[in-house]
């Protein structure tokens, strides 16, 4: 941490959070970080907040904050613009633990992609734009521990302290370049994702070689390694790893030297849990055959126009020097594939919640799909 920076204000009392909450709400932008536990939890929870404004960095711990909704009108406000880097997996985590909603955003991480940085981690633009080093090993680290290291808390606390003269700089260079348009459709995109489906299953999607009955296999030691990670407060993966229960699937081992053959099933896993792994591979066995129900795939018409509208998106990239997906995010690209508007009023409500690129590439994406025949 810089030498300069006075120390950040530890806020874990009611009174001082509603303290902090009307500050917040008096500032015109204010950056805002979040550090949570996925890596040491088998429910992962939010467990530090970070603010800075222009004048001070505040840390939030609501671990020891039994209401946070003081800061509830701060997230929702749009005179507050909250700056965030990278903000997509901030706003899922507060949603998901506080129920707060969303309003007026910019996301440096997004601007950076936005105007073509070819390195877009925070640690790269702060060394970048100011020289300032930030140590990446912290990322991993065990945020729901109590009381937070010092270096921890340094960490935290320079993810927001930059946020703010990082956010003039990256502004005006896409405002600069005519972008900043294209940029606030996306932060306020970014403001609503609340409702993202879960990744489905493993034995729904992992060893798309298994036969049913190895599926209804997979399952259950899927089931077995869920119940034991959720004994233990760990995440799924620190009992074992997804390649090992899908090879354990596939061999389907009776007895202990067969289930030491297994790859990744020799030392502690196999101390620990092979009786338990076994039991799990009779009960699937046991089990009724478990087909999966697979993706329907597109039409040849439809992905002959998928692939006229990425061959375009390539060439419109290459012209802006920015990533293809910024030019046209993926979801609205196989949304319009599938819909084959020929006219720009049935090509708008596919772009409704993206209008700068529907007046900016509207007629090149109609022009693209005329070209399939």
Known sequence: MPPTLPPPHWIDTPDALRDLAAHLRAQPRIGVDTEANSLHAYREQVCLLQFSTAEAD???DPLALDDLSPLAPVFA????EKIFHAAEYDVLGL????????AHLFDTMVSARILGYEKVGLGALLAQHFGVRVEKRYQRADWGQRPLPRELLDYARLDTHYLLPLRERLAEALEARGLLPLAEEDFARLARPLETPGRPP???????DLTPQQVAVLKALWEFREEEARRRNVPPFKILGDKTLVALARALPRTPG???AVPGMRGHPLRRYGQALL?????????????RTRRARPDEATIARLEALRRWRQGAAAAMGVPSDVVLPRSHMEAIAAANPSTLEALQPLMRD?????????RQILAALGEVT
Do not use: C, T
Request: net charge positive.
């Open 58 to 60: 505040y840390l939030v």
């Open 354 to 362: 993206i209008p700068w690129r529907f007046e900016r590439f509207g």
């Open 77 to 80: 406000s749009p005179q507050v």
């Open 279 to 291: 039991a799990a591979v009779q009960a699937g066995l046991r089990a009724p055959a478990e087909p």
């Open 95 to 102: 949603h998901r633990d506080f129920g707060f909603s969303f």
């Open 202 to 208: 493993l034995w729904q999607r992992g060893g798309h």
């Open 258 to 260: 067969e289930l030491r």
